[in-house]
């Protein structure tokens, strides 16, 4: 594959990602699809590996998530900003601590927001705690799942 096509199923990958933050738009499947063309055009034992565990994961991360509650933001006074700073967080915790820091990066990212929106800690927390009950968790299954196969495809292009 050629660097301008691995480069297509990079940015493919990334409005998987990002997909997952925006409602209605499917991010997962856009990340699953992304790899699912690169182990097609590539087709190395490598990639079909990193395309079975890309299935295992997002059926997993769907199993998980509909045993948690809907997506209700809204309802609990988060805005579009705090899911931008969920997501940047969760991103950044991913790459500073490779795919355990995305967790405490998203959960961090809505505390910013809050932080930066009401001014003061007790308030930030309780709305931060507000925000994981009405579908934060939902959402950060989604996106966690959504980076490792992210990851997952990253090191198997430069290393594979």
Do not use: K, N
């Not at 790459?95 to 003061?120: D, M």
């Amino acid at each position: 594959m050629g660097a301008w096509e691995l480069l297509l199923v990079a940015v493919v990958l990334l409005l998987g990602i990002g997909g997952v933050l925006v409602p209605g738009v499917p991010g997962p499947w856009l990340v699953w699809a992304a790899v699912l063309w690169w182990a097609l055009q590539d087709p190395e034992p490598v990639s079909w590996w990193v395309l079975v565990g890309a299935s295992v994961v997002l059926l997993a991360a769907q199993g998980i998530r509909w045993l948690l509650p809907p997506r209700r933001l809204r309802e609990s006074g988060a805005t579009r900003r705090t899911a931008v700073y969920a997501g940047a967080g969760a991103l950044v915790g991913f790459c500073v601590v490779p795919v355990i820091g995305s967790l405490p990066g998203f959960i961090g990212g809505i505390y910013l927001a809050e932080r930066l929106r009401l001014g003061g800690h007790g308030e930030a927390a309780t709305a931060t705690r507000a925000a994981m009950r009405a579908g934060g968790w939902s959402v950060l299954t989604e996106l966690f799942a959504c980076l490792l196969i992210a990851g997952a495809w990253l090191g198997a292009v430069v290393w594979g």
